[in-house]
């Protein structure tokens, strides 16, 4: 099983598309759980932060972030893993990039090798049809 990852609140507003200022509204407001870690910086783990993502898109565009636009560069769109659904050759990962829900349809192996799971940074990169997942570090 793969190490759930935490992230700063600055790592989360870039996924999010909204500043930093306004994940620290979020989390202030108690719409976003937050720890502190040794040195006292506040982090968002994988799974909270992934359920959030997929709230506030499903919401829709609210006024603490809707002023602040969300761009990709070349197709490609950094966010976090909010589903993988594994069958026995097939899998389907859904990434939630700011206000955009990704799917990509890939093989079970690929998953299993880039170790895919929810709560994880990916890139998903489209080309035509495809959407190939770049696993985030």
């Keep these: 099983m793969p190490h759930m990852r935490s992230y700063t609140i600055g790592r989360a507003a870039r996924l999010l598309g909204v500043s930093p200022d306004t994940v620290r509204r979020w989390a202030d407001a108690g719409r976003l ?11 968002i783990e994988g799974p909270d932060l992934a359920a959030f993502a997929v709230a506030l898109a499903t919401a829709g565009a609210d006024d603490d972030g809707a002023d602040e636009p969300y761009s990709s560069t070349r ?3 950094p966010g976090i893993i909010t589903a993988v659904k594994l069958g026995d050759v097939a899998a389907q990962v859904d990434i ?28 998903a990169r489209v080309k035509a049809t495809n959407v190939h997942i770049d696993r985030g570090e």
Excluded: I, W, Y
């Design 96 to 123: 939630q990039a700011g206000p955009h829900r990704l799917v990509s349809l890939l093989t079970r192996e690929a998953v299993e090798e880039l170790g895919l799971a929810v709560g994880m940074e990916a890139t």
């Design 33 to 43: 759980p937050t720890r502190r870690d040794e040195a006292g910086k506040r982090l």
């Design 75 to 77: 197709n490609a769109f």
